[in-house]
């Protein structure tokens, strides 16, 4: 992944399966009487899975009952959002992460039966992420960078005694993957630039590095088995997309156990190497193969065509199966899989019943002609009451990274604007992930170049609908997203008539300059990417909006949050002051209490109702 993922047929009609029909208009606050849901992870007896849920405005701890489906919320927090990470194994206690108004700075919690909770990594300005439970389950791995703000150190405490033991001193810039079950080998990775790094194993008795990397690739670990004879991971080496690897701990030899023509996102074995699941992105969208390593054969799963699985947990027994389920037309949902019986229990209804899903719009993906000729893939959803008679708006959706991906699956955003008769073309331009390596690279130190003129192209094939009002086009993106809508509102002024930037750099001096340390690991490949903001600082000055406010004609909207660690909140100061100076229109919400991305329900809200007035006002009025 890129970037800000730490800060997701040629020119041809596509036919829609959906008829034209005038739906119910909705409001924001029923979009967001929506829950957003995510974790699933089962209780020690198996009979509840722990989750995270904003069903209380904002992310605290919820309990499903797997038989009777009946959720129950376990905290109850009115400022940060917590994140269920497990149930402490043998117990009713769960860990928990949280962190201080969007500074990103989590800690890892315990939560006991009627107790309050402790911080276990209290450090003030300690970052911290859970790794794993320990083979015996009598505690667990942990990264921290409390030793030295730039590094992330891998620790291993004992629940019962509650102390830390540094287990990996990180001098060498590298970066965690995973631990054996003996907990003698880790592996590490190193990078070498957002879409080249090496593996590593290091062992811990012997202190051995050993480079399993062969070649500039992408690689990323995915676990060992049971008794630690083979250690796997994901590599695009020598092949176009990524495939799963085998590394033979005992005779040093890699074969390849799975690829195909997209992208192997995870892989991982359950608790007791009886089933391998393997996660593909397919086109924008999640496909799943679960394997019976016993018998060789695929578990057969009920149809799910149209859906995203987003996520997938095996308990421990390996008799049931969480799955975290999306669609275009419905936030993630949550089921249980029985292996035995085939059974699929649905555990959640996230979307608000007021709702009608025929009412919302279906993903659909297409594909269109850049500037040179190459096919740029693209997430499009048109709404119900565009026709040849009533044209509608568009807009051009920019989405996160530099290296992220549009994908099919729910935006409350995208789902309201299309409600309201928008027309939204979600592009993956060059530089995105999930179409290849070469794609993925494309963009590299061309920023606001190449991959700008993907999204004109974007908007030029917006206009070669029918039903689409060819004047009234505009653009909207968030972190890297952000940019390109500043991008384009300031290098081509005369292509979009209004632009939305949500979180979005402005300039590229300052926000490389101010990293958070704890990125320190990704710091020169990020460089290698985007430039280096000494050596490079002409060309970054000269793809920064801020540099250029002046040449901005067009109407903008920015949002900000102001503990935001990426995108500090004076750069969106000075853009708006720029803006104004210039007399352009602009709008400027700012969030006291989010960080980089909304987490409060209540500020979406209120975020995204001024978006829709603020295009209604530009896209909408009548000449």
């Known amino acids: 992944m890129k970037y800000f993922v730490y800060l997701m047929a040629f020119l041809s009609l596509p036919v829609f399966a959906q008829q034209n029909h005038e739906p119910e208009d909705y409001t924001i606050e029923q979009f967001y009487e929506n829950t957003r849901i995510g974790g699933g992870y089962f209780s020690p007896d198996e009979d509840k899975l722990l989750v995270s849920s904003d069903k209380s405005g904002i992310f605290n701890l919820f309990e499903i009952d797997i038989s009777s489906e009946e959720m129950q919320q376990i905290t109850s927090s009115e400022e940060d959002s917590y994140f269920a990470i497990d149930y402490v ?127 500039s690739a992408q690689y990323s670990a995915s676990g060992f088995d049971k008794n630690d004879e083979h250690f796997y991971y994901i590599t695009n080496a020598g092949r176009e997309f990524k495939s799963l690897i085998a590394y033979n701990l005992e005779t040093n030899q890699s074969s390849n156990l799975f690829e195909t023509n997209w992208d192997v996102m995870y892989s991982y074995l359950s608790e007791n190497d009886k089933y391998r699941v393997t996660g593909i992105n397919e086109d924008g969208k999640n496909s799943l193969i679960i394997e019976n390593t016993k018998t060789g054969e695929e578990v057969d799963l009920p149809d799910m065509e149209n859906e995203d699985i987003v996520a997938v947990n095996i308990s421990d027994s390996e008799e049931l199966m969480r799955l975290t ?38 993903a659909e993906v297409v594909r269109y002609e850049s500037f040179d000729g190459l096919e740029i893939p693209a997430i499009y959803y048109k709404p119900h ?107 081509t002024p005369d292509e979009f008539e209004a632009g939305v930037n949500i979180f979005g750099v402005t300039n590229w001096l300052r926000t490389l300059k101010s990293i958070p340390p704890y990125w320190e690991a990704f710091r020169e490949a990020l460089y290698e990417e985007m430039g280096d903001p000494v050596k490079d600082s002409v060309a970054l000055y000269n793809k920064s909006p801020l540099f ?31 803006l104004k100076e210039n007399n352009v229109p602009v709008e400027y919400v700012v969030f006291e209490d989010e960080g980089h991305g909304f987490i409060k329900k209540e500020n979406e809200i209120e975020g995204y109702r001024q978006i829709r007035q603020f295009l209604d006002k530009y896209l909408k009025e009548e000449e």
């Open 89 to 215: 194994p043998n117990s009713e206690s769960i860990l928990y992460s949280a962190d201080k108004g969007g500074n990103e700075i989590n800690h890892i919690y315990l939560l006991e039966p009627n107790e309050n909770p402790t911080d276990l990594t209290p450090g003030e300005n300690e970052k911290a992420q859970f790794a794993g439970w320990n083979n015996e389950k009598t505690g667990f791995y942990y990264l921290s960078n409390k030793r030295n703000p730039q590094f992330f150190d891998l620790y291993e405490m004992e629940m019962q005694s509650r102390e830390s033991e540094l287990i990996y001193k990180n001098e060498e810039n590298l970066s965690f993957e995973d631990i054996s079950h003996n907990g003698k080998l880790i592996a590490l990775t190193k990078s070498i630039t957002t879409s080249e790094n090496k593996l590593y194993l290091y062992n811990l008795e012997t202190e051995e590095m050993t480079e399993l990397s062969e070649e």
């Open 325 to 362: 389920i999306g669609t275009a037309k419905a936030p993630n949902n949550l089921y249980v899989y029985n292996f035995s019986s085939g059974e699929l229990k649905k555990l959640t209804n996230t979307l608000n019943p007021e709702i009608n899903p025929e009412d919302l719009v279906s």
């Open 385 to 491: 009451q565009a026709t040849k008679d009533n044209k509608v708006p568009a807009l051009v959706w920019v989405h996160g990274g530099p290296g992220g991906q549009s994908r099919v699956g729910y935006s409350a955003l995208i789902q309201y604007l299309v409600n309201q008769g928008y027309a939204i073309l979600a592009v993956n331009n060059r530089g995105s992930s999930g179409y290849g390596k070469t794609f993925f690279k494309m963009d590299d130190k061309k920023h606001g170049e190449e991959d700008l003129k993907d999204c004109i192209w974007g908007k030029k094939w917006l206009q070669e609908q029918e039903y689409i009002d060819s004047e009234k086009i505009g653009i909207l993106g968030g972190s890297y997203g952000g940019y390109m809508t500043m991008a384009a509102m300031t290098f």
């Open 548 to 578: 250029h406010a002046e040449q901005v004609k067009n109407p903008v909207m920015v949002l900000q949050g102001a503990n935001d660690p990426r995108v500090l909140q004076v750069e969106s100061d000075e853009i708006v002051a720029a």
